[in-house]
T-cell receptor
Framework: NAGVTQTPKFRILKIGQSMTLQCAQDMNHNYMYWYRQDPGMGLKLIYYSVGAGITDKGEVPNGYNVSRSTTEDFPLRLELAAPSQTSVYFC????????????FGPGTRLTVT | AQSVTQPDIHITVSEGASLELRCNYSYGATPYLFWYVQSPGQGLQLLLKYFSGDTLVQGIKGFEAEFKRSQSSFNLRKPSVHWSDAAEYFCAVGSMDSSYKLIFGSGTRLLVRP
C-alpha cells in the first residue's frame, strides 16, 4: 500500500499565484485532514473532510479551499498565494473512529516569495 | 477549549542517557492522548496512545508514556536514547467532537549527542 501520498514535495510560488496541493490515500479512509506546520507552532488544522462531498473548516482556513469528490482524493487549493502561506503542508487520513489514529503523508514544502 | 502544551522547545541528551519529554493537556474529562514523532523531512508517525485503563502505555521504538490525571500530564520516556531518536516529537489530544481531529502541541526537538 502507498498509504497517503502528496504532490508536489516542494514548490515555490510568487505572490498572487494559485496552486493545488494534491493528496491521495488508498486505505479507504473516510476522514481526511489538511494541516500546516510552521516552525515552533506545531500542526494547525486547515480543513477536514468526513467523507466524499463533505468538508469543514479547521483552525486556520483563510486563504484555502478544499473539495472532496472521491474518497481517495482531498486536494487543497491556494487561490492567491501570500508570504504568510509559506509553510509545510501535511495531509492525513483516518477511519474517523475512536481510535483517532491518523496516517500522514510526507508533506509539501511551499515557499511564497 | 482543548489544548496541549509542550514546554520544552529543544532538548539535548547524550546517547545512552534516559529521556523524558513533557506534555500537559487542558481538558476536563479523560482525554485521548497521543505522541507522534517526525523524523527530518518525513511525515508524522504514531508512537503511542492513551485512551483509558493502565496509565503507563508502551509504544514503538522502546518509548513509553505515563498519564497522570492529577498533573494533567502525559510525559514521554525512553530509558536509553539512540542517535536515531533525534527527531521532533509532538503530543496531541483527540477532539471530543465528531471530527476526530487531533490538537497538537508545538513540538519538542530532540538532539542526541554522540
Amino acid at each position: 500500500n502507498a498509504g497517503v501520498t502528496q504532490t508536489p514535495k516542494f514548490r515555490i510560488l510568487k505572490i498572487g499565484q494559485s496552486m493545488t496541493l494534491q493528496c491521495a490515500q488508498d486505505m479507504n479512509h473516510n476522514y481526511m485532514y489538511w494541516y500546516r506546520q510552521d516552525p515552533g507552532m506545531g500542526l494547525k488544522l486547515i480543513y477536514y473532510s468526513v467523507g466524499a462531498g463533505i468538508t469543514d473548516k479547521g483552525e486556520v482556513p483563510n486563504g484555502y479551499n478544499v473539495s472532496r469528490s472521491t474518497t481517495e482524493d482531498f486536494p487543497l487549493r491556494l487561490e492567491l498565494a501570500a508570504p504568510s502561506q509559506t509553510s509545510v503542508y501535511f495531509c492525513a487520513s483516518s477511519y474517523g473512529d475512536t481510535t483517532y489514529e491518523q496516517y500522514f503523508g510526507p508533506g509539501t514544502r511551499l515557499t511564497v516569495t | 477549549a482543548q489544548s496541549v502544551t509542550q514546554p520544552d522547545i529543544h532538548i539535548t541528551v547524550s546517547e545512552g542517557a534516559s529521556l523524558e519529554l513533557r506534555c500537559n493537556y487542558s481538558y476536563g474529562a479523560t482525554p485521548y492522548l497521543f505522541w507522534y514523532v517526525q523524523s527530518p523531512g518525513q511525515g508524522l508517525q504514531l508512537l503511542l496512545k492513551y485512551f483509558s485503563g493502565d496509565t503507563l502505555v508502551q509504544g514503538i521504538k522502546g518509548f513509553e508514556a505515563e498519564f497522570k490525571r492529577s498533573q494533567s500530564s502525559f510525559n514521554l520516556r525512553k530509558p536509553s536514547v539512540h542517535w536515531s531518536d533525534a527527531a521532533e516529537y509532538f503530543c496531541a489530544v483527540g477532539s471530543m467532537d465528531s471530527s476526530y481531529k487531533l490538537i497538537f502541541g508545538s513540538g519538542t526537538r530532540l538532539l542526541v549527542r554522540p
